[in-house]
Protein backbone atom coordinates (compact mmCIF):
# COMPACT_ATOMS: atom_id res chain seq x y z
CA UNK A 1 0.00 0.00 0.00
CA UNK A 2 1.28 3.29 -1.04
CA UNK A 3 0.49 6.52 1.21
CA UNK A 4 2.15 9.03 2.91
CA UNK A 5 1.72 9.96 6.51
CA UNK A 6 3.09 13.41 6.56
CA UNK A 7 -0.55 14.93 7.01
CA UNK A 8 -1.29 12.65 10.15
CA UNK A 9 2.21 13.81 11.59
CA UNK A 10 1.14 17.33 11.17
CA UNK A 11 -2.19 16.95 12.56
CA UNK A 12 -0.67 14.67 15.46
CA UNK A 13 1.33 17.32 16.24
CA UNK A 14 -0.99 19.93 15.95
CA UNK A 15 -3.00 18.09 18.43
CA UNK A 16 -0.29 17.82 20.52
CA UNK A 17 -0.05 14.40 20.72
CA UNK A 18 2.88 12.63 21.32
CA UNK A 19 4.45 9.24 19.99
CA UNK A 20 4.12 7.77 23.15
CA UNK A 21 0.37 8.72 23.12
CA UNK A 22 0.06 7.09 19.82
CA UNK A 23 1.89 3.48 20.76
CA UNK A 24 -0.70 3.67 23.55
CA UNK A 25 -3.69 3.98 21.21
CA UNK A 26 -2.88 1.29 19.09
CA UNK A 27 -0.81 -1.17 21.17
CA UNK A 28 2.15 -1.18 19.93
CA UNK A 29 5.77 -0.76 20.95
CA UNK A 30 7.44 3.01 20.56
CA UNK A 31 9.55 1.52 18.23
CA UNK A 32 7.09 -0.10 16.06
CA UNK A 33 5.53 3.05 15.87
CA UNK A 34 8.54 5.13 14.96
CA UNK A 35 8.98 2.87 11.80
CA UNK A 36 5.38 3.67 11.03
CA UNK A 37 5.87 6.80 10.77
CA UNK A 38 9.58 6.56 8.83
CA UNK A 39 7.79 4.41 6.17
CA UNK A 40 10.13 1.58 7.39
CA UNK A 41 6.89 -0.74 8.01
CA UNK A 42 3.00 0.18 6.94
CA UNK A 43 0.39 1.12 9.12
CA UNK A 44 -2.28 -1.43 9.21
CA UNK A 45 -5.57 0.00 7.78
CA UNK A 46 -7.11 -1.06 11.58
CA UNK A 47 -4.40 1.47 12.74
CA UNK A 48 -5.40 3.97 10.31
CA UNK A 49 -9.02 3.47 11.27
CA UNK A 50 -8.49 3.51 14.95
CA UNK A 51 -6.10 7.07 14.12
CA UNK A 52 -8.87 8.50 12.16
CA UNK A 53 -11.37 8.19 14.82
CA UNK A 54 -9.38 9.31 17.40
CA UNK A 55 -8.53 12.63 15.55
CA UNK A 56 -11.65 12.96 14.77
CA UNK A 57 -13.45 12.95 18.30
CA UNK A 58 -10.38 15.45 19.04
CA UNK A 59 -11.17 17.63 15.94
CA UNK A 60 -14.96 17.34 16.53
CA UNK A 61 -15.00 16.47 12.61
CA UNK A 62 -14.64 13.72 10.63
CA UNK A 63 -11.86 12.52 8.87
CA UNK A 64 -11.30 9.10 7.13
CA UNK A 65 -8.01 7.57 5.87
CA UNK A 66 -7.59 8.86 2.93
CA UNK A 67 -7.60 12.43 4.52
CA UNK A 68 -4.99 11.33 6.73
CA UNK A 69 -2.95 8.92 4.93
CA UNK A 70 -3.64 9.73 1.07
CA UNK A 71 -4.18 13.16 0.51
Do not use: H, P, W
Request: glycine share 2%.
Amino acid sequence: MNYDCSNMIRIRKALRLTQDYMCELLGISRVSYSRRENRQTTFKVKEMKIIADDFSKRMNRRLTIDDLFFS
